[in-house]
């Protein structure tokens, strides 16, 4: 079946404006995270939602980041007056219910700040 | 602290050799531990995971072991093939229901033909 989906897969933006990212998860899948892939590291973890509901948000770097999910489904990650050091892969998983370990990524989107 | 250490951060073998990752984490609380295979621009794979009530879990060529008392876990690769040339990331879960992994930094692993 279809895996997670996210768009744009590239991004290159100019130092403080806005963008968003989306995410399609997996049909079905209640749970959804993102976490963000800097140059030569680990992923690092974002927020987690639960259905339409975000109850662990502590991974976002700025008050500049926020995400919401409608429907249940789609998510969007905003990013407002971005900077420089925004620049990252920013990565979607979702897990099936009920589990909320094993997590299936999607392809990500790579951000660019210039 | 709330870090996975992960070594070695770059790993070279022979075609047929076996290859071993090796992660350390000090949160006591952790029981959940996925490895995922990442190649160059694509996702993140979850390829093996094992939970804190069993010490080893195999899946054909690939192993994972865990030593809860130590506080590390393995990833084995044996008969190791050039497609197996990728970024391997280990992780463990927190939050809970573990839904906040914690990934080591990785470890770029080349099996050389």
């Known amino acids: 079946g279809a895996g997670v989906s996210q768009s744009p897969s590239n991004k290159v933006t100019e130092k403080g404006k806005d963008v968003e990212l989306r995410c399609d998860p997996i049909?079905?899948?209640?749970?959804l995270y993102w976490y963000r892939q800097s140059l030569g590291q680990g992923l690092e973890f974002l927020i987690y939602f639960q259905g339409n509901s975000a109850p662990d948000k502590s991974g976002l770097p700025s008050d500049r980041f926020s995400a919401e999910r409608t429907g249940g489904s789609v998510s969007t990650l905003t990013i407002q007056r971005t900077q420089q050091e925004d620049s990252a892969v920013y990565l979607c998983?979702?897990?099936?219910?009920?589990?909320?370990?094993?997590?299936?990524f999607g392809p990500g989107t790579r951000l660019t700040v210039l | 602290g709330e870090n996975v250490e992960q070594h070695p951060s770059t790993l070279s073998v022979q075609e047929g050799d076996s290859a071993v990752i090796k992660c350390t984490y000090s949160?006591?609380?952790?029981?959940?531990f996925p490895w995922y295979k990442q190649e160059l621009g694509k996702r993140p794979q979850l390829i093996i995971d094992i939970r804190s009530n069993v010490g080893e879990k195999k899946d054909q060529r690939i192993a994972v072991t865990l030593n809860k008392t130590a506080k590390h876990f393995s990833l084995h690769i044996t008969e190791t093939q050039p497609e197996d040339s990728a970024v391997y990331f280990c992780a463990r879960g927190s939050g809970g229901s573990n839904y906040k992994l914690t990934f080591g930094k990785g470890t770029l692993l080349t099996v050389n033909p």
């Open positions: 949160d006591s609380a952790s029981n959940y």
């Open positions: 049909s079905g899948h209640t749970a």
């Open positions: 998983a979702s897990s099936p219910p009920p589990s909320t370990d094993t997590q299936y």
